[in-house]
């Protein structure tokens, strides 16, 4: 079945739970920074897919689930477009606080009519964005929530015999998923994307700059001060600086040229949206979900290569230090 046409069935079903999204295919390479994660990314996901005969030739399983985590903002959403992008495959994205509640069964219903819809669908990135939601653990679940969860337990192996599909997965409350969901067999990766490392801050910072009149700027400097920040604090910070620059020429009536010191004065003031106590949660859920029986979480290569991937760990974590 087309993607097209898979559309056209998902809104005669009036499942407005999912839907295809059109990415560009430079999606990928408007990631700023975040070295590590993309690649990791790029080695084991893109590569691997996208050279299929010479993975099978070195025994490489190609992947097929990808679990993201991190706080609100950091670019999950992002990574997901820019893989569908990079690879040249159409997004599926699955909203779960979509799913129509009526009735106890009916959520776990629309979840299966969705995966059955999917199967056989070649090409195709399946993102499901607050994935807690479908997945949460047992113990807090309502007997709904524990029925959508034993769905999607099921639904994940199922997925994984399709051809050419990934699935991608994205939660900012990894500690509340099912654990039966993280074990070896369902996501080959669980990958830790975390605020803007200063290369990302200073990507970032450039862009908004761009919109602003401003004098030469220490780049360096004030990424320096930006990173942990995400986005949207960085997108805050130039709003506040151009108001800022927009009355200071009102009343002077001279250019004003906003200047590397009225940057850092923002920045200062600035909360950043992930304080210190999410950041000491998320560099706890990287060691504690930093593992996995058959290797390391970044990927399922077997104990012979835990060291590599160990390396990547310090490198995600020195990424994500405060
Ligand atoms: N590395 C990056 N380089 C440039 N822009 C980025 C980067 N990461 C995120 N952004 C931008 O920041 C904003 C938030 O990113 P995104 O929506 O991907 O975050 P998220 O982790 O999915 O957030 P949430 O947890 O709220 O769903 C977007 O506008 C995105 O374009
Ligand atoms: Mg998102």
Redesign the pocket.
Known sequence: MSVTKLNKDLEHLNMQAAEVIKVESSAWDSIAGMKAQKEIIEKKILLPLTNKKLAKKHGVTLPKALLLFGPPGTG??SFTKGIAGKLGWSLVEISPSELVTEGLHFEAQQLKQIFSQLNGLKNIVVFI?EFEELAINAEKATKAERMLSNEMLKQIPQFRKNEQVLLVC?TNHIHHLNSALLRPGRFDFILPIGPLDKEAASAVISIYLEKINHNTIDLELVAEKAKNFTPADIESVIAQVAQSAFEKELSSKHDYKVSTQDILKYLSIQKPTINKEDMELFQKQIKEYGRCASGCIYCFTGEGQNKSCNKEVEKLNSNTRI
């Open positions: 999950k959403t964005d994205a």
